[in-house]
T-cell receptor
Framework: DAKTTQPNSMESNEEEPVHLPCNHS???????IHWYRQLPSQGPEYVIH???SNVNNRMASLAIAEDRKSSTLILHRATLRDAAVYYC?????????????FGAGTRLFVKA | DAGITQSPRYKITETGRQVTLMCHQT?????MFWYRQDLGHGLRLIYY???????DKGEVPDGYVVSRSKTENFPLTLESATRSQTSVYFC????????????FGNGTRLTVT
């Protein structure tokens, strides 16, 4: 299974942009890059996903490197409610189906 | 309301007892997953299911049993609970395509005494 690597934690100031990196050097051509976040005492929630092109939605933007070996989740203006653990995962059909493994994620701290 | 629901929300059981955690989804998603999350750690996949009557092991399947007789239900059973199985358990579902997001339940907090 292709693996992702993320920093353990990051810190940001409120109302400033946040760039959360993710390395996935063993990504294959059919792997989609997904991002989820987990607020305290809640289940993870979907944030965004992409394949090759950069993606935007109401929550965030996803920038994907040209070689697809890394990606960056961009929160344009961090708020205190964005303090959470952010997970970058790869999803693709393989011999085991959509096994969908999560890593440890990045804990984002937002300072007022 | 459409969604994915887990029950119970909290459960305390004793070592050696059997306990079943329930998961129900209303989207008719093909895929369902069980994860456990230990304090301060990420999610670890226990079992997953591609469709009714099709299940497969994840990263940490030992001590757990699953079944999926209906598409919408995916119960997780601990046949003989151990203290090391104290954790928060999350169920998730998704459609069958790789660009489909996972939808998670709110979790079951299980304590084994």
């Amino acid at each position: 299974d292709a693996k992702t690597t993320q920093p353990n934690s990051m810190e940001s100031n409120e109302e400033e942009p946040v760039h959360l990196p993710c390395n996935h050097s063993t990504i294959s051509g059919t792997d989609y890059i997904h991002w989820y976040r987990q607020l305290p005492s809640q289940g993870p929630e979907y944030v965004i996903h992409g394949l090759t092109s950069n993606v935007n939605n109401r929550m965030a933007s996803l920038a994907i490197a040209e070689d697809r070996k890394s990606s960056t989740l961009i929160l344009h203006r961090a708020t205190l409610r964005d303090a959470a653990v952010y997970y970058c995962i790869l999803r693709a059909r393989n011999t085991g189906g959509f096994k969908t493994i999560f890593g440890a994620g990045t804990r984002l701290f937002v300072k007022a | 309301d459409a969604g994915i629901t887990q029950s119970p929300r909290y459960k305390i059981t004793e070592t050696g007892r059997q306990v079943t955690l329930m998961c129900h989804q209303t989207w008719s998603h093909s895929y369902m997953f069980w994860y456990r999350q230990d304090l301060g750690h990420g999610l670890r996949l226990i079992y997953y299911s591609a469709a009714a009557d099709i299940t497969d092991k994840g990263e940490v399947p030992d001590g757990y049993v699953v079944s999926r007789s209906k598409t919408e239900n995916f119960p997780l059973t601990l046949e003989s609970a151990t203290r090391s199985q104290t954790s928060v358990y999350f169920c998730a579902s998704s459609e069958i395509v790789s660009n489909s997001p996972l939808h998670f339940g709110n979790g079951t907090r299980l304590t084994v005494t």
